[in-house]
């Protein structure tokens, strides 16, 4: 007898994951692949986080934490949002989480009930889409133009058709690197507050700006919740470690659930976490090549007939047109692997509806891995 299936778990696969898993069997077969697929950085992480983690495991201090995470990881999240936003953010409000993908479950269950209505944006990030659909949520998509960036009358539109519960939006985002604008993003979260619509902010590519400073949505009131990780700037994305950033009223619920559904996050990481933060110099190194890659691609993919959707403001992700050489970035992109051995992500992960004209190159690699796709790109195309 054949194991029960629920609906549920009928979401879209993770397309980036599925080409990783091609690129890496080539790659064990010997071919010279060159992958922009993935959003990890290439560095490992910062020298002091992995020798605190280290130490730790040499004096075998390795156990449960409380939920809410290790009282000093909450501290020093705490003072990075007093040192670099000059937010005041208590620790009491923190919660420590394995990973953001934690924090977005933790999230959904806290603050909404099956069959609410959740805003986010196409494109984006199709864990949101896949987790709210598999939690019993109505995901209201709401479709970005222009510069790809949200803003207050879109989702004034989206509630008027039909009221929100909720609203989750990232900037920088996934794909594009777009940000909302200061005043953009205070107008979005003050509109969403006259219409009673619960905020969240995903803040992983904070730090990851290239052209302004960051303006975290905690400066906007306690209302909101932030949502982070240390995978991104902290190239700690193996760690499995983030946080959440709560308002007062929703940390007990989060750690009830957290209780039951993760224990806590893993400590090892956590105690690594806490030095991240004292890692500035040699992550700046790492984002200055980002800087490169970003400008190599920013300025071949446009004539090699690959113009960019979005500007590249932030993260390190080019989101590309491919409608000149294509109408199915899947083909495209399973093309460029087998025939040109470089991954690439279909548009299709982040716009069921729009992304088969896009493609998404991630340039958290190298600077010779950036050149090379480029090169093979031309040749190819």
């Not at 995470?69 to 040192?83: K, V």
């Not at 902290?234 to 950033?245: K, L, N, S």
């Amino acid at each position: 007898m054949a194991a029960a299936i629920s609906r549920r778990s009928a979401v879209e696969p993770f397309h980036a994951m599925d080409v990783l898993a091609q690129a890496n069997l080539l790659k064990a077969k010997g071919h010279p692949v060159v992958s922009l697929a993935v959003g990890q950085p290439s560095d490992p992480a910062p020298r002091k986080v992995r020798e605190a983690a280290a130490a730790a495991v040499y004096t075998g201090r390795i156990g449960y934490t409380d939920s809410l995470g290790l009282a000093d990881l909450r501290a020093a999240i705490s003072a990075h949002y007093a040192d670099h936003y000059s937010v005041d953010v208590p620790s009491s409000r923190i919660a420590v989480t394995t990973g953001s993908s934690a924090g977005f479950n933790l999230a959904f269950l806290a603050m909404f009930d099956a069959g609410d209505r959740v805003a986010i944006t196409a494109p984006g990030y199709p864990a949101y889409r896949n987790v709210l659909a598999a939690l019993g949520l109505e995901v209201v998509e709401i479709r970005l133009d222009g510069d790809g960036s949200l803003t207050a009358e879109l989702l004034e539109q989206a509630h008027r058709a039909k009221p929100l519960k909720g609203l989750l939006f990232a900037s920088p985002a996934n794909p594009t690197g777009a940000i909302i604008p200061d005043d953009a993003l205070r107008g979005l979260v003050e509109a969403a507050r006259e219409m009673g619509i619960t905020v969240i902010s995903d803040e992983i590519y904070h730090r990851l700006a290239y052209s302004a400073p960051d303006m975290t949505a905690l400066s906007l009131g306690d209302d909101v919740t932030v949502i982070n990780s240390f995978s991104k700037y902290y190239c700690m994305t193996g760690w499995r470690i983030g946080w959440m950033v709560l308002p007062e009223n929703l940390v007990r619920p989060v750690e009830r659930l957290a209780q039951s559904l993760y224990i806590s996050a893993p400590e090892i990481s956590q105690i690594g976490a806490i030095h991240a933060f004292d890692a500035g110099d040699e992550l700046e190194r790492v984002k200055d090549r980002y800087r490169v890659n970003r400008k190599l691609l920013a300025e071949a993919l446009p004539t090699l007939g690959l113009p960019l959707a979005a500007p590249m403001d932030g993260a390190f992700y080019a989101y590309c047109d491919v409608s000149r050489h294509t109408n199915d970035s899947m083909d495209f992109a399973r093309k460029l692997l087998a025939e040109c051995h470089v991954a690439a992500t279909p548009g299709l992960d982040f716009d069921p509806v729009e992304g088969h004209r896009y493609l998404r190159l991630s340039y958290a690699g190298s600077e010779a891995d950036v050149t090379t796709a480029i090169e093979r790109l031309r040749g190819w195309l």
